[in-house]
């Protein structure tokens, strides 16, 4: 049974870097496209940062450009989203999700929180001074 587990949320002052992880389990990993979302409070989740099965990242959202990076572990099964110069407005709770991609090529470009079966219980990020 696949499950997700989100961690290294906290509050941090404007400036400063964390870096959240996606541990999941059941699953073949390696299988499996793992997409970073948050959603601040009054607002639609959004899309931040997805990989695919292969690697390939996508960015969802222009406000992290250069900011923001998503790798993954394959032996740790963990995804990881590193976050730097964080700004106020990245506050929001943070969510990994999970496609299972069957081994088959599937990209994360134009995907969409439909496109992610699998969430996990997410994890607050808070920037303030």
């Known amino acids: 049974q696949l499950q997700l587990v989100e961690s290294g949320g906290g509050l941090v002052q404007p400036g400063g870097s964390l870096r959240l992880s996606c541990v999941a389990s059941?699953?073949?990993?390696?299988?499996?496209?793992i997409g970073w979302f948050r959603q601040a409070p009054g607002k639609e989740r959004e899309g931040v940062l997805c990989?695919?099965?292969?690697?390939?990242?996508?960015n969802y959202a222009d406000s992290v450009k250069g900011r923001f990076t998503i790798s993954r572990d394959t032996a740790k099964n963990t995804v990881y989203l590193q976050m730097n110069s964080l700004n106020p407005e990245d506050t929001a709770v943070y969510y990994c999700?999970?496609?299972?991609?069957?081994?088959?090529?599937?990209?994360?470009?134009?995907?969409?929180?439909?496109?992610?079966?699998?969430w996990g219980q997410g994890t607050q990020v808070t920037v303030s001074s």
């Open positions: 999700a999970a496609r299972n991609t069957r081994g088959l090529a599937w990209d994360c470009r134009n995907r969409g929180l439909d496109d992610f079966g699998s």
């Open positions: 059941g699953i073949t990993f390696r299988h499996y496209a």
């Open positions: 990989i695919g099965s292969s690697g390939f990242t996508t």
